[in-house]
């Protein structure tokens, strides 16, 4: 019933930013806690971060320091700041909703180019 919907994903050069939404069907407090994914082809879903309900983050340290996690209650959206790009952060990027039930949304590409 719950739907999480990313966007804002796109192509960017190495080096630059991108800021990822993700936009929640009811209130983001239905869920314990947001987090943010990717996937690249042939690769396992990551964790990149997390953010509870009173808006405390933690990262994936391969990201920490690039990425910033943030929530915005009253639009029900979460938010995914990304700096400092690189090639291999070129993946699908999954929204998540933690707890009772867990829901994905359907994601976002994001491309970095040298």
């Known amino acids: 019933q719950v739907q999480l919907v990313e966007s804002g994903g796109g192509l960017v050069q190495a080096g630059g930013s991108l800021r990822l939404s993700c936009a929640a069907s009811?209130?983001?407090?239905?869920?314990?806690?947001m987090a943010w994914y990717r996937q690249a082809p042939g690769n396992q879903r990551e964790f990149l971060a997390i953010?509870?309900?009173?808006?405390?983050?933690a990262y994936q340290p391969s990201v920490k320091g690039r990425f910033t996690i943030s929530r915005d209650n009253a639009k029900s959206t979460v938010y995914l700041q990304m700096n400092s790009l690189k090639p291999e952060d070129t993946a699908v990027y999954y929204c998540?909703?933690?707890?009772?039930?867990?829901?994905w949304g359907r994601g976002t590409q994001v491309t970095v180019s040298s």
């Open positions: 009811g209130s983001i407090f239905s869920f314990n806690a």
């Open positions: 953010i509870n309900r009173e808006g405390t983050p």
């Open positions: 998540k909703g933690i707890g009772p039930v867990d829901y």
